[in-house]
């Protein structure tokens, strides 16, 4: 938490908010946040001064801000983390660690006001109660960070290659929740919206890639779409203060959600109470008569090996 469409909401926030300002200050009140960028604290603030913000881009759960210079600012917001649009005078927040001072940045008024008002100074502020997110400059990222290169396309990328998806997914043995989190195969799909994902698929989190059909994948795929689209249009899931978008407002699609963090309440299909099971130190949660787990292999009593 968050996922891609709680990032998606907030980079579509950037682009709404930040596009065209230019970079006046930045100020790290905390290093752990800017730990990855190689130039430190200064240096990170130094590369970024001055510099004008082009767009707003993202892959799978993490963002980018591309610079007038070719470079970008990187950022993924971990466990905890928010971005936020302020104006300057505002109180800083609790757990603010870096602010970034702007000039020229959009005003607040929706898309499709034609007119906008003149450009107003703001900051952009990252908030990170538990500070497992963090920013960096990326050189030379502003198309994309090479820091982030390995990471696959989301299913909502025009460029997702489902084929390609379908075939890989068949041909590991390995649990398809599993596969699913895999951002080396596919991005953006984490704890929540895998389980979501499966819960409409009618697959347990267990059952083996190379035991699914083509169908039933491409089924798959498809729900992790649909959910997915479907939290975008709500703002994304918000199931306390930590996730909010670029103006602190929270998302709504937890109130949709048929599996996820439903531990013994009744299945929305059947009735059934929805069960919980430990799975990569977090949670999976699921319908045990909907989602039925795969059938182990019986173990056979080997036989005692007698010398001649």
Known sequence: MPELPEVEVVRAGLARHVLGAVITSVEVLHPRPVRRDPRGPQGFASALTGR?????????????????????????????????????????????????????????????????????????????????????????????????????????????????FVAKVRRRASGIKRQLLDQNLVSGVGNIYADEALWRARLHGERAGEKLTAAQVRELLGHARDVMNEALGQGGTSFDSLYVNVNGESGYFDRSLHAYGREGEPCDRCGTPVRRVAFMNRSSYFCPVCQPAPRRPRRTASRPIVAD
């Open 52 to 164: 004008r913000i082009e767009d707003a881009r993202r892959r799978g759960k993490y963002f980018w801000l591309p610079l007038d210079n070719g470079d970008a600012l990187l950022g993924h917001l971990g466990m905890s983390g928010q971005l936020l649009v302020q104006p300057r005078d505002s109180e800083p927040e609790r757990h603010l660690r870096v602010r970034l001072g702007l000039a020229g940045a959009a005003d607040d008024r929706p898309f499709e006001t034609a007119r906008p008002s003149p450009p107003q100074d703001k900051e952009l502020r990252f908030v990170d109660q538990r500070m497992f997110g963090g920013l960096m400059v990326s050189g030379g990222g502003a198309e994309l960070p090479p820091e982030i290169a390995h990471i696959a396309r989301d299913p909502l990328d025009p460029e997702f290659d489902d084929d390609a």
